[in-house]
């Protein structure tokens, strides 16, 4: 009976201190939300900036608690948009994000650990059907209890995901860096998705 007793006690004990954490699930602000790349073409010369339009992220946001968190994170390939048509054309071709193949560009995250002064998020990126696991370096930029905010900035090897690797350029060689800048700016407010 004294066992029973402490084992209810424990529970009751164990809600109170988890409850004192409330997990909010949480959708993108697309108008305040952005998603872009840059890489270097011409041999390094100059650079091309670009973005996806079409995204979705999910947060289970743990408020006080960014580390118990969790995030998916969806991109649709057909979105690029580099101000040239022309040129966003070809980078949805089988020359590189092969879009209609490989609509989604994905990420899920398996862990959100603190790092100095900011934080980094593990988990799987899907691109071009190739999944890595990866570790991405955050900021928290949430700026009251209401309003969440991450930016982060995050560099890829296109070449480990295929993308691009048989693209020759007419006339200069190792026209487009294998590297690319990821620039994420997420924003959300709990108020707006409480209860969904």
């Known amino acids: 009976m004294q066992f029973i007793k402490s084992i209810s006690l424990a529970a009751i004990l164990l ?3 988890s409850s004192d954490k409330e997990t909010v699930k949480l959708n993108v602000e697309p108008n305040h939300s952005t998603v872009g790349f840059m890489v270097r073409i011409a ?3 100059t650079k091309v900036r670009g973005k996806f339009t079409d995204f979705q992220m999910y947060m289970d946001y ?7 968190s969790s995030v998916k ?21 089988k020359d590189f994000l092969e879009v209609a193949t490989y609509p989604e560009i994905t990420f899920v995250s398996s862990a959100i650990r603190k790092k100095g ?7 799987d990126f899907t691109m071009h059907g190739t999944t890595k696991h990866v570790t991405i370096p955050f900021a928290n930029t949430s700026d009251s209890a209401s309003k969440v905010g ?28 294998d590297k690319i800048v990821i620039e994420v700016d997420f924003w959300s407010r709990k108020s707006k998705n409480q209860g969904e």
């Open 15 to 17: 809600f109170s201190i």
């Open 43 to 45: 041999g390094g010369i």
């Open 62 to 68: 743990v408020d006080e608690d960014l580390t118990k």
């Open 73 to 93: 994170f969806t991109i649709q390939a057909k979105s690029i948009d580099t101000n040239i048509s022309d040129r966003d054309d070809h980078l949805r071709s």
């Open 117 to 123: 002064t900011g934080y980094e998020i593990e988990g």
């Open 150 to 177: 991450v930016s982060l900035e995050w560099e890829l090897d296109r070449t480990e995901f295929g993308v691009g690797n048989n693209f020759k350029h007419t006339s200069i060689e190792n026209f487009i860096s």
